[in-house]
Nanobody
């Protein structure tokens, strides 16, 4: 089984930047897709960004132009670079991997955007 660990969360002021990482225990390069989701308290878990095995990316409308998803196969890592952060970006951010029909989730990392 794949084990995912997110890191990089923390407190940042509005307009600031933050970078999140997700490290897999095995080889995440074999994943059909790598994605980030986020969930605020009492809310559903929402899609944020995705990158496939060919490097093609997709983003939720709310983060387009502000967030960038990338992968580093050598480090078995994917990242989410966030800029121009807004209070509504506050949430727990989760790493998601799809390998065939199998879905894997990390435990999440908290991002808080506040003055």
């Amino acid at each position: 089984q794949e084990h995912l660990v997110e890191s990089g969360g923390g407190l940042v002021q509005p307009g600031g930047s933050l970078s999140l990482s997700c490290v897999g225990s095995r080889n995440i390069s074999s994943a059909s897709s790598l994605a980030w989701y986020r969930q605020a308290p009492g809310q559903q878990r929402d899609f944020v960004a995705i990158i496939d095995s060919a490097g093609l990316t997709g983003y939720a409308e709310s983060v387009k132009g502000r967030f960038t998803i990338a992968r580093d196969n050598a480090k078995n890592t994917m990242t989410l670079q966030m800029s121009s952060l807004k209070p509504e970006d506050t949430a727990v951010y989760y790493c998601n991997l799809l390998i065939g029909t199998r879905v894997y989730w990390g435990q999440g990392t908290q991002v808080t955007v506040s003055s």
